[in-house]
């Protein structure tokens, strides 16, 4: 027969068994502090999203942690679930096993989200840079010269090259297009002149990156 498991809560990482002399200090305390059980239900919903979170970690990030085995299958478990009730278990389970983690693993995830976020942030604003770019070189003769001066690094002749036939494969746009919000299909020069733009921007970003705070700009 298995055992009954003990009723009780996590404070901090600490199971705390109902009855017990510790939880009757604390709840001693609870009187006569400004902690109520709405302050614990808010820290206890909290953890319960920061390991929700976790499931969108990048793997190296996510094994840089070094998480509990039992929490990492856990993660894994609630990716593969769809169904809508499952799902909420196995996230409230995620949250139980939240409770157990000392302070500092808990701001080691934080911190991981956080600059995995920054990194999409980044990524997100380098392709729309690199998209203006491009839609600006097709539209305007004097866009060309701009960037050259601003890249002398780009291959002028395969540029120029690439902006007048993809000119020249731009398809007109029908009005029941534009009226539907399609873009017209574009060729492969178009495609090449993003990545021509993007890896350019791309490299300069990193050379600044890597450049001393006390060069001269």
Not at 62 to 84: C, G, M, S, W, Y
Not at 133 to 154: K, S
Not at 174 to 193: C, D, K, N, T, Y
């Amino acid at each position: 027969m298995s055992r009954k498991p003990k009723r009780g809560y996590f404070v901090r990482g600490q199971f705390v068994a109902e009855g017990s002399e510790l939880d009757q200090q604390l709840k001693a305390e609870l009187k006569g502090s400004d902690i109520s059980k709405t302050d614990l239900k808010r820290e206890s919903e909290q953890l319960q999203k920061l390991g929700e979170s976790l499931m969108t970690l990048s793997s190296d990030r996510l094994q840089a942690l070094q998480l509990p085995e039992k929490l990492v299958d856990a993660l894994d478990e609630a990716r593969r679930i769809t169904n809508f009730e499952g799902r909420r278990r196995q996230t409230q389970f995620i949250g139980k096993l939240m409770r157990l983690l000392d302070e500092d693993t808990l701001q080691a995830a934080r911190d991981a989200l956080e600059a995995q976020h920054q990194g999409s942030a980044r990524e997100t604003m380098a392709l729309h840079e690199a998209e203006r770019w491009r839609d600006a070189l097709l539209a305007r003769d004097e866009a060309v010269g701009e960037w050259l001066t601003r890249y002398p690094g780009t291959d002028a002749q395969q540029l120029r090259a690439l902006v007048r036939q993809a000119r020249k494969d731009a398809p007109p746009a029908s009005a029941a297009a534009v009226s539907h919000g399609l873009a017209p299909r574009q060729g492969r020069a178009f495609r090449e002149i993003f990545q021509v733009v993007r890896e350019q921007l791309a490299a300069d970003a990193d050379g600044a990156s890597e450049q001393p705070e006390d060069t001269p700009q």
